[in-house]
């Protein structure tokens, strides 16, 4: 039950249909924790998903009270070397990793968006232990910027017909935009 924040449309006889489905994913995936997949049983709180859609999800809805729950289970589930788990809540410890490139980053790029979006710094605080902890469990075998080591499920992208895609790139990226800078101010 998130409210609307915003709406679009365009003369598009394709980009409505499209806006609308997106939507109606948002209200499907929507149900405690940011889900995946309702049509399968992927229901649980996926890090990944969340912060892929994060963007998407605050311009469609006012969605600052379901994330700053879901954060706070974010939190639950990291380790003490700042690892974050791939989904949170944990439902089964022993079918869940940590670590993984994309996934362990909500824990910086969800809170942050969230904070460009609203200019609410309480939940920023509240989540910066959190994202140092997880910028820091890479750069500390990472101290090169490249994310080459310490990594779990490392998914990549099982969609592809072939070859297999490089990870390095997407990992490496994943890294880079983590870490949450100051606004700029204009030149």
């Not at 709180?45 to 859609?53: C, H, I, N, P, R």
């Not at 974010?74 to 670590?99: K, M, N, Y």
């Not at 592809?160 to 895609?165: G, K, L, Q, T, V």
């Amino acid at each position: 039950d998130v409210p609307t924040a915003g709406e679009f449309s365009c003369s598009s006889e394709l980009i409505n249909p499209l806006q609308s489905n997106i939507e109606w994913g948002q209200r499907g995936n929507f149900l405690e924790v940011p889900t995946d997949c309702p049509q399968r049983d992927e229901r649980c709180g996926w890090t990944g998903d969340a912060q892929a859609f994060i963007e998407t999800a605050t311009y469609n809805s006012d969605t600052a009270a379901f994330f700053t729950k879901w954060l706070a289970d974010l939190r639950d589930t990291q380790l003490e070397d700042g690892a974050v788990a791939d989904v949170a809540p944990i439902v089964r410890e022993d079918l869940f990793a940590h670590a993984a490139p994309g996934w362990g980053d909500a824990a910086v790029i969800v809170p942050w968006t969230l904070y460009l979006r609203n200019a609410d710094r309480r939940l920023l605080e509240r989540s910066l232990a959190s994202m140092k902890g997880w910028v820091d469990f890479i750069h500390h075998d990472n101290p090169e910027l490249l994310w080459v080591n310490t990594r779990s499920m490392d998914y990549g992208d099982w969609l592809n017909i072939e070859p297999e895609s490089p990870k390095d790139v997407p990992r490496t990226a994943h890294f880079a935009h983590s870490p949450p800078l100051p606004p700029r101010d204009p030149p």
